[in-house]
């Protein structure tokens, strides 16, 4: 059953992402994208990621599809046609595909627990977490604790990136007003 689902998100995943990269409406190339972060989130509760998942349908489908609908007011719908075919990006696209999806070879078959992963680091959090740190909950004493520079440092960075957004959006917003207020005197005159 649990195959069922995941060839049925990932499906769902892929016709979501042809629709991104075939759609000329940026409206819906957004909304498109809050889908796929909500699919993306169903994967990771499937796989037993369930803080991963809230993350992702927080950001990736909350936060980001409010900010680009944001932009979106302040420019226009329809996205530019281009002048040419691009070629050399899809090429090096097309050959990072492959070399990624070549490298996935040597990769020990998923949820094997005698991978390298299984058989020492894991186990080495497992058994020191509650000793070392007093914390009853493995996931919780990894991040606050093993990891709380890198935690602490990652909220930093969202911080600073939001509070960007904000004087960027702020700025956009006063130059949307006035490019409308010039095309308001424009037409009554």
Sequence with gaps: MESLINMVLLSLLA???????????????????????????????????????????SVGAGISTVLMLTVLYMTRVEEAKPVHTPML???????????????TWGLPAFGLADTPINTHVGMAYMDLSIPDTGIPNVVTSVLASYRG?????????????????????????????????????????
């Design 89 to 103: 990006p899809i090429f090096v696209a097309g050959g990072t595909g492959a070399v990624l999806v070549y490298g």
């Design 149 to 189: 520079f890198d935690t602490f440092g990652e909220t930093t960075v969202v911080f600073t990136a939001g509070i960007g957004v904000l004087l960027l959006l702020r700025r956009g917003v006063s130059l949307a007003r006035l490019r409308r207020k010039q095309q308001e005197e424009e037409s009554k005159s």
């Design 15 to 57: 016709v979501v992402t042809i629709g991104v990269v075939r759609l000329r409406n940026l409206f819906a190339v957004i909304i498109l994208g809050g889908i796929y972060s909500f699919l993306m989130a169903s994967v990771l509760i499937v796989l037993d990621a369930v803080d991963v998942a809230m993350t992702e349908a």
